[in-house]
């Protein structure tokens, strides 16, 4: 699993990122395609569809930032992270300290894709 120093160097990878999808969009697109209330480019054509993306996982002491790669039913997490602490308290204070997977925040996102030089 990459940290964010080597993922940084992946240009590739970080160019295949889709700064849009979110876990619960990916999970309608892989995991139940077909379904209809999704955009026609969101929406699940088959097993073959590929989606890589960020989410933020709460599940753990501290909150960590996720590259997933998803391909049909299959999911692998590419690289994970921390952000830097001002950020995981104001992530954690916007979601009442709640357990789960989250999308990027707009300020996360911004500085993420700073560090990546994906701007």
Same mark, same amino acid.
């Given at each position: 699993?990459?940290?964010?120093?080597?993922?940084?160097?992946?240009?590739?990878?970080?160019?295949?990122?889709?700064?849009?999808?979110?876990?619960?969009?990916?999970?309608?697109?892989?995991? *139940?395609?077909?379904?209809?209330?999704?955009?026609?480019?969101? #929406? =699940?054509?088959?097993?073959? &569809?590929e989606s890589t993306y960020f989410a933020i996982?709460?599940?753990?002491?501290?909150?960590?930032?996720?590259?997933?790669?998803?391909?049909?039913?299959?999911?692998?997490?590419?690289?994970?992270?921390?952000?830097?602490?001002?950020? *995981?308290?104001?992530?954690?204070?916007?979601?009442?300290?709640? #357990? =789960?997977?989250?999308?990027? &925040?707009?300020?996360?996102?911004?500085?993420?894709?700073?560090?990546?030089?994906?701007?």
């Amino acid at each position: 699993m990459k940290r964010l120093d080597e993922l940084k160097n992946d240009i590739s990878l970080i160019n295949s990122v889709d700064w849009n999808m979110n876990p619960a969009t990916a999970v309608g697109r892989h995991l *139940e395609w077909g379904a209809g209330w999704y955009y026609d480019d969101q #929406r =699940g054509r088959g097993s073959d &569809d590929e989606s890589t993306y960020f989410a933020i996982n709460t599940w753990g002491e501290y909150p960590v930032i996720t590259l997933v790669y998803r391909k049909g039913f299959d999911m692998e997490e590419l690289a994970t992270f921390r952000m830097p602490s001002d950020m *995981e308290k104001a992530f954690m204070t916007s979601i009442s300290n709640h #357990r =789960g997977i989250y999308e990027l &925040d707009p300020n996360i996102k911004s500085w993420l894709k700073g560090q990546l030089d994906a701007l």
